[in-house]
T-cell receptor
Framework: DAGITQSPRHKVTETGTPVTLRCHQT?????MYWYRQDPGHGLRLIHY???????DKGEVSDGYSVSRSKTEDFLLTLESATSSQTSVYFC??????????????FGSGTRLTVV | AQSVSQHNHHVILSEAASLELGCNYS??????LFWYVQYPGQHLQLLLK??????LVKGIKGFEAEFIKSKFSFNLRKPSVQWSDTAEYFC????????????FGQGTTLQVKP
């Protein structure tokens, strides 16, 4: 989507290996989010960031870490990938949290398969 | 526990049929409500949102939703669906009681038969 790019789009990795997904935005939005999408669960929040070096856990943060050293980049790391982390990962951005603006803008997603 | 529930997991309709997808939430405080759509192979797009004011909200592509505070509901409706409405629909909520994070329901897959 315009202004938000996720990379890679697809990745297959082996159990136990570290994996880093990248979300890059050109909108200069303060808030960034990582979600995973799984059948029957909708989208679940993994981690979010409300500014450079300011991050917090979401509802399914175990096994994941994040970093935000620049406004435009929000990295999601799977320290040691497991098969349960096979999912589609979406990044989202928001200008000022979410209560005053029209929701979030989502990236195109990263499909991760852990074998 | 605080949650967002979508009661219909899979809906199949014929073209021109009317649509109503249920969404209930259990958050307290001030809530903002959203419906997102995800077409096959694509990312989520915002259909409509409710922040305040008129509880009947009109969105894109002929969709509307009604916020009923007493029922903690925000059901999505469309009078006449088209084949191109085939997609997955997500209800989402932010609440002042959960620091404003956007929390999603499980999603409803809509299949419209031509």
């Amino acid at each position: 989507d315009a202004g938000i790019t996720q990379s890679p789009r697809h990745k297959v990795t082996e159990t136990g290996t570290p994996v880093t997904l990248r979300c890059h935005q050109t909108e200069n939005h303060r808030y960034m989010y990582w979600y995973r999408q799984d059948p029957g669960h909708g989208l679940r929040l993994i981690h979010y960031s409300y500014g450079v070096k300011d991050t917090d856990k979401g509802e399914v943060s175990d096994g994941y870490s994040v970093s935000r050293s620049k406004t435009e980049d929000f990295l999601l790391t799977l320290e040691s990938a497991t098969s349960s982390q096979t999912s589609v990962y979406f990044c989202a951005i928001s200008e000022s949290g979410d209560r005053r603006v029209g929701g979030y803008t989502f990236g195109s997603g990263t499909r991760l398969t852990v074998v | 526990a605080q949650s967002v529930s979508q009661h219909n997991h899979h809906v199949i309709l014929s073209e021109a049929a009317s649509l109503e997808l249920g969404c209930n939430y259990s958050y307290g405080g001030t809530v903002n409500l959203f419906w997102y759509v995800q077409y096959p192979g694509q990312h989520l797009q915002l259909l409509l949102k409710y922040f305040s004011g008129d509880p009947l909200v009109k969105g894109i592509k002929g969709f509307e939703a009604e916020f009923i505070k007493s029922k903690f509901s925000f059901n999505l409706r469309k009078p006449s669906v088209q084949w191109s409405d085939t997609a997955e629909y997500f209800c989402a909520v932010t609440s002042s009681s959960n620091t404003g994070k956007l929390i999603f329901g499980q999603g409803t897959t809509l299949q419209v038969k031509p």
